[in-house]
């Protein structure tokens, strides 16, 4: 009886063993697929963040090459507005808006109401891969929207560009992106953009810079610290 007892004895703390063992490497499984998803979801929400910025500063172009351009980034997002998973991952349904802002790419205060919110979803994301041992993503979402500075001043250069001289509002704009950026980082390279625009079309007497070099002259600076961005995350 003794012998038995022993022996199943044994047996249970084996099932036991066994079924923490398994319940274990499930936890595991399950963290590592949500970790996955959550990190496929972010390099998706940056290409929504770049394509949608791009869209934004050639919306109220009429020329040929930039109403070509947008089109094909305007085909871009609607691939990566495919099959958003805002019930599945609990964020909020942003491609809801997306058909509307097609449908009107000159409307620049709606395309910052949907980055505004997609940067919130970046940041919820950073969180929870911080929680998820992801130490590397901590400052993506300061990160993003020191893009989005840069990003806008590209948009509001655009539009001032169409004009003679910049107009006030878009003026006061535009000096307040440029200091906050400058209060942000002494880097060369955007000093040198910053002077220009303010020299040639912020606060110059006649604007001498065309919309379309407005945004050339800005693109590579923000291509380079998207890219950067990535490389920071793998």
Known sequence: MRDTALILLTLFV??????????????????????????????????????????????????????AQ??????????????????????????????????????????????????TVIEQLEDRLYRQHHPRIRGLGEACRSLEDLARLRGLSVRAANYERCPPGL???????CKRLLDQEQDAHLLALIERLQSDLIESAQIRLAPGECFALLTPLIEQRLQGIRLSLD
Request: glycine share 2%; with cysteine.
């Open 14 to 67: 084996v099932l036991l063993a066994l079924g923490y063992w398994l319940t274990h490497r499930a936890e595991n499984r399950q963290l590592k697929a949500d970790t996955q998803a959550d990190t496929e979801i972010v390099q998706r929400c940056l290409d929504l963040l770049q394509a949608l910025q791009k869209h934004r500063g050639l919306g109220a172009q009429l020329d040929a090459a930039s109403i």
């Open 70 to 119: 947008r089109n094909a980034l305007a085909q871009q997002l609607d691939e990566l507005w495919l099959n958003w998973p805002s019930a599945r991952m609990q964020l909020p349904p942003l491609q809801q808006h997306w058909p509307q802002l097609r449908r009107n790419p000159a409307d620049f205060d709606a395309h910052c109401r949907l980055l505004e919110t997609l940067l």
């Open 171 to 177: 003026q006061m704009q535009l000096r307040f992106l």
